[in-house]
């Protein structure tokens, strides 16, 4: 039995589950089912969730398995937060400009392939909150 696709591998719209069979009576059942929210993320997004949960939700334990630190952490977990279509507790649309030192957070942990480029950008436009 395979995984679910997030998305159709032709044209990246949304899947839909059309049918349900029991293995064991055989009994099937046909509608229309969305996909449920985590099955959205990515296999990346979901192994972090996997992680974050048998670490009990402690980010100084994730810190110690995965390596990366609080701040990376943190916006990933604030990534999936907003994959699953809610915002992160806290989250202030009018935060205070990153400093030259968390500008160069960023931009070493870009260096070092702890975050990609698409999250160094945001992370560089939105304020700074570490």
Same mark, same amino acid.
């Given at each position: 039995?395979?995984?679910?696709?997030?998305?159709?591998?032709?044209?990246?719209?949304?899947?839909?589950?059309?049918?349900?069979?029991?293995?064991?009576?055989?009994?099937?059942?046909?509608?229309?089912?969305?996909?449920?929210?985590?099955?959205?993320?990515?296999? $990346?997004?979901?192994?972090?969730?996997?992680?974050?949960?048998?670490?009990?939700?402690?980010?100084?334990?994730?810190?110690? $398995?995965?390596?990366?630190?609080?701040?990376?952490?943190?916006?990933?977990?604030?990534?999936?937060?907003?994959?699953?279509?809610? $915002?992160?507790?806290?989250?202030?649309?009018?935060?205070?400009?990153?400093?030259?030192?968390?500008?160069?957070?960023?931009?070493?942990?870009?260096?070092?392939?702890?975050?990609?480029?698409?999250?160094?950008?945001?992370?560089?436009?939105?304020?700074?909150?570490?």
């Amino acid at each position: 039995m395979s995984e679910l696709p997030p998305l159709c591998p032709f044209c990246q719209g949304e899947l839909i589950i059309t049918r349900f069979e029991c293995q064991s009576c055989e009994t099937a059942f046909e509608g229309r089912f969305h996909q449920p929210a985590f099955a959205h993320l990515s296999p $990346e997004q979901w192994q972090f969730v996997k992680t974050f949960i048998r670490c009990e939700g402690k980010i100084k334990s994730m810190e110690a $398995e995965i390596g990366l630190s609080y701040p990376t952490i943190r916006n990933r977990l604030h990534e999936i937060i907003r994959a699953l279509g809610y $915002e992160p507790y806290g989250a202030e649309e009018n935060q205070p400009a990153r400093t030259p030192a968390q500008r160069q957070q960023v931009l070493q942990a870009l260096e070092k392939g702890e975050i990609g480029v698409q999250e160094a950008l945001r992370l560089l436009e939105e304020g700074g909150e570490e």
